[in-house]
Every structure is written in C-alpha cells, then in structure tokens.
C-alpha cells in the first residue's frame, strides 16, 4: 500500500502523492506539481501538456497523470503572500506555466536533500527545503505585502480558535466591526477568494493539525468544524484530488509549525 504525505503550513499545504489519474477537479489555490522522476500529463482546460513540472493557477479545471510516480503538489492558499507573488510573476496573463527541465532538477534535488536530512528536524529542514524550491521558482518566502489590517486581524482570529463553526463568520464579523456582508466583500478583494472559501481550506488544515495531535479521524475533522469524517473526506477530495479510502487508511500528515 502506497504512503501519501501531506505538509500541513500556514501559508500552504504540500501533497506527495503517486497522484495516479485523479479525476478533473479545481483547487481553491494555485499549485506548483514537480515530477520527483519523468515527465506528467497534464489536461488544463482542455489542452493536454507534457511536462516534469508546472503551476498552476487557482480555479483552474485540470487532471494531473503522474503515470504512478511520486510527485510534489505545493498548493498556495489565495490570501498568502507567495500565492500574490505568483499571480505577479506567472498568472497575469496566462493560467498556468511549464517550468523548464533545469528547475525542476534543481528542486528535485533540494527535496532528495531533504529526504536526507528530516530526521533530524523535520521543521527546521522543510522549511529550509521550502524556501530554496521557491526560490528556484523567483518566490521569495517572507515578504511583507500591504493587506487591509482588518483581513489580517481576521486570519489572525482564526489560527486561534479550535474550531470553525457555522457561527465563524458572525464572530469574525463582530471581531473586525464589520457587517458580514461587508466583511466577506473586503476579504474577497483583498485575497481574491471569498471568506466562505477560506474557512473551508482552514477547517481542512485544523483536521490535520488535530490528526498529527493523535487525534482520530472522526474527532479531528469534526473539531476542526466538518459534520462527520466523510465531510472532511469528500472536502479533502475536492480540494486535493485525494478519495475517502487514501485520507482513511494511508497518509502521514506532517503540521509544519
């Protein structure tokens, strides 16, 4: 039985999985997906690419063929500052971006150093790995970009409370004395996705962070703000291209602090 890791982060979440002919999906998120060994197929929209790597931006519809190999899927959440740098650099006018076969070595090779040296501090050493595939890609890691001190009061909020509830909006309305409405508008332009959106990619990463605490699956995902298991499931399919069975039975999760 094959092992899928996921590397939970507060600005990303990273897949490594043999991603074996998911069906078409769309992420709340751009991603970067390397090839650790041959070239992938990929469909974006309809137009089939042959690649090791690529990014991908947020929303798109695609299918990744990995042709039952390992591959990196980073995916960047909308209101992080790498997720803005690359809209900048890759997605001002174009929905994805083939990255040349000299970075995608580069990273593979980054992420082999890693697999070396993770027992010894497997924070310490991803985030270096993290920083170094991103740089490869022009990213840079810790940049401050202008965000609305309203918006970044409301993630702060969140990364604070256990669970997202339906009373979530209410409370981070009150928090930031906004209406709803008015909040959900200001966040939507601010990180160009809705709040309802993000709440659901923070409830999928408060599951993980509860399952690395020992949690089970049942009492992690319904913590974390799901209705049952099977509603994280269904979520973590929709969001990573992952079934219910692979989120069950076979994968580590790492939270990245």
């Not at 769309?26 to 970067?32: D, E, I, N, Q």
């Not at 959440?77 to 650099?89: C, G, N, P, V, Y």
């Not at 009373?167 to 009150?174: H, I, P, S």
Request: aromatic share 8%; net charge neutral.
């Amino acid at each position: 039985m094959k092992l899928t890791e996921i590397y939970s982060s507060m600005d990303h979440i990273l897949l490594l999985d043999d991603y074996s002919d998911p069906k078409l999906h769309k992420h709340f998120a751009k991603h970067l997906i390397i090839s650790l060994k041959d070239e992938i197929s990929c469909t974006i929209e309809e137009k089939s690419i042959s690649c090791n790597g690529i990014l991908i931006n947020s929303n798109i519809i695609h299918t990744i063929d990995s042709k039952n190999q390992q591959v990196l899927v980073f995916l960047f959440d909308e209101t992080s500052d790498i997720a803005k740098e690359l809209r900048e650099q890759y997605f001002m006018h174009r929905q994805f971006s083939v990255l040349s076969k000299e970075n995608v070595r580069k990273i593979v090779k980054i992420w082999s150093q890693f697999i070396e040296v993770k027992k010894e501090n497997i924070t310490r050493a991803y985030k270096n790995a993290f920083k170094e595939i991103m740089e490869v890609c022009n990213v840079k890691v810790k940049v401050v970009l202008n965000k609305d001190d309203r918006i970044k009061s409301v993630i702060e909020y969140l990364n604070c409370i256990d669970t997202i509830s339906e009373g979530t909006l209410d409370e981070l309305a009150k928090h930031v004395f906004l209406s709803k409405s008015r909040l959900s508008h200001l966040f939507k332009e601010q990180v160009r996705i809705s709040l309802n959106q993000f709440l659901i990619i923070e409830k999928m990463r408060k599951t993980y962070e509860y399952l690395d605490k020992g949690y089970s699956i049942t009492d992690a995902a319904i913590k974390a703000g799901f209705n049952s298991s099977s509603h994280f499931a269904n979520t973590n399919k929709a969001m990573l291209g992952l079934t219910a069975n692979e989120v069950k039975n076979d994968i580590r999760y790492v939270v990245i602090e």
